[in-house]
C-alpha cells in the first residue's frame, strides 16, 4: 500500500512539475492597442522576435486600435489567463483608466502585469525662432503675464496634454493649453507661431531639432536624455519643479490569473531581450530607452500612474469620456 503511494505521489508531483514547465503549448499573441508602425508596435515585435527564438513557438502581433485601448483591453482581458495572450500596456492605459467613465475591464484587476518593456521621454519646445531659449524664460513670462502662454499639446487626455497640464499646476503658472488633432498640427501651430511651447514625445520631435526648426527646452523625465545630453530637465528648474518627473513607458500584461510560474518565464525572457544589443540599438533609433520591470514593479507604476493622471484630470477639469 505504501509502495503504490509512493508510485503515485511521485507521479503526481511529475506530472505537476510538467504542467508548470510546458509552456508555450502553442503561438503566443501580443495585442497591440495601437495602429501597425508605430513605437507600441515596433517594441512588441522586437521584443515578440527575441520570445519567438527562445520558446521556439511563433508569436504573433494583432494590432487593435480603438479610442484608449479598450478594443485590445476588452479582447485581453476576456481570454484564457494561460500566458498565450499579452496586452502591450502603456502610460495610455493608465489615462484610460482615468478619463473614461466606465471600462468593459477594470485596469488594475483584470490583468496581470509582466513586465515593463521600455521608456520614452516628453520634452517641453519652442520654434527656434521663438522668444524663448530656456524654461526659465518660460517660467518667467508666464508669471509676468498671467493667461498668455499658449502650451500646445496633441488632443485633450493625451499623455502629452496631461503632462503639460501637470507643468502647469507643478509651476504654479496660469497658461492656456491649445489642444490640437496630432502631433503635425501642433509643430506646425509652434512653428508659425501661433502658440508659443509645446509638449510633445521626444521622438516626433528629433528630426525638426537636428533640423534647427524646433529648440528642445527641457526633458521631462527625472533624468536627461543621452542624445540630447545638453538639454536640461524641468526638475532642474528647482522649487517646486524640484521633483517634477513625467515620463511615458510601456510593458507587457497577461489576463488576471495567468499563473505565476508562467509570467515569470515571460519575464525571464523578456529581461533577456531587453539586454540584446540589437533590441536596444532599435528601440534606441526611435527615443526608446529598453528598461525591463518586476511584474510587481509594473503592478506598481501602473496604479501610480493611474491615480496620478486621474488626479491632474480631476484637478484640470477634463471631462470624462
Known amino acids: 500500500m505504501r ?10 508531483l511529475a506530472a505537476v512539475a510538467q504542467a508548470q514547465t510546458t509552456f508555450p503549448t ?3 499573441k501580443i495585442v497591440v492597442p495601437n495602429a501597425a508602425g508605430g513605437a507600441a508596435d515596433i517594441t512588441s515585435r522586437e521584443v515578440g522576435q527575441k520570445l519567438s527564438e527562445a520558446f521556439g513557438s511563433p508569436v504573433i502581433v494583432e494590432n487593435k486600435p480603438s479610442a484608449g485601448g479598450i478594443v485590445a483591453g476588452d479582447l485581453v482581458a476576456k481570454s484564457a489567463p494561460d500566458g498565450h495572450t499579452l496586452l502591450l500596456i502603456s502610460s495610455g492605459t493608465a489615462v484610460s483608466a482615468a478619463l473614461f467613465k466606465s471600462l468593459p475591464f477594470d485596469t488594475l484587476k483584470d490583468f496581470t502585469p509582466v513586465s515593463k518593456l521600455a521608456t520614452f521621454d516628453l520634452v517641453i519646445a519652442s520654434s527656434d525662432r521663438g522668444r524663448f531659449h530656456t524654461l526659465a524664460e518660460v517660467i518667467a513670462y508666464a508669471k509676468a503675464n498671467p493667461g498668455k502662454l499658449n502650451i500646445g499639446t496633441p488632443q ?3 499623455t502629452q496634454n496631461l503632462a503639460a497640464e501637470l507643468f502647469k499646476s507643478t509651476a504654479g503658472i496660469d497658461a492656456q493649453l491649445v489642444p490640437f488633432n496630432g ?5 506646425s ?3 508659425g507661431g501661433e502658440i508659443d511651447i509645446m509638449v510633445e514625445i521626444l521622438g516626433p520631435l528629433v528630426t525638426q531639432f537636428n533640423a534647427k526648426t524646433l529648440r528642445p527646452l527641457a526633458i521631462m523625465s527625472d533624468k536627461r536624455t543621452p542624445q540630447f545630453s545638453d538639454v536640461p530637465t524641468v526638475r532642474e528648474s528647482g522649487g517646486a519643479l524640484a521633483s517634477f518627473n513625467a515620463s511615458s513607458w510601456n510593458g507587457f500584461a497577461a489576463p488576471a490569473k495567468t499563473p505565476k510560474d508562467v ?5 525571464a525572457e523578456i529581461q533577456k531581450a531587453l539586454k540584446n544589443p540589437d533590441v536596444i540599438k532599435r528601440l534606441e533609433a526611435l527615443q526608446l530607452h529598453a528598461q525591463g520591470s518586476t511584474p510587481e514593479q509594473l503592478a506598481e507604476l501602473l496604479a501610480f500612474d493611474t491615480k496620478r493622471w486621474g488626479d491632474v484630470i480631476t484637478r484640470a477639469k477634463i ?3
Open 3 to 12: 509502495k503504490l503511494l509512493a508510485i503515485f505521489l511521485v507521479g503526481a
Open 26 to 28: 502553442k503561438a503566443i
Open 156 to 158: 485633450i487626455g493625451s
Open 183 to 187: 502631433t503635425p498640427p501642433v509643430i
Open 189 to 191: 501651430a509652434l512653428r
Open 263 to 267: 509570467v515569470a518565464k515571460l519575464n
Open 319 to 321: 471631462a470624462k469620456q
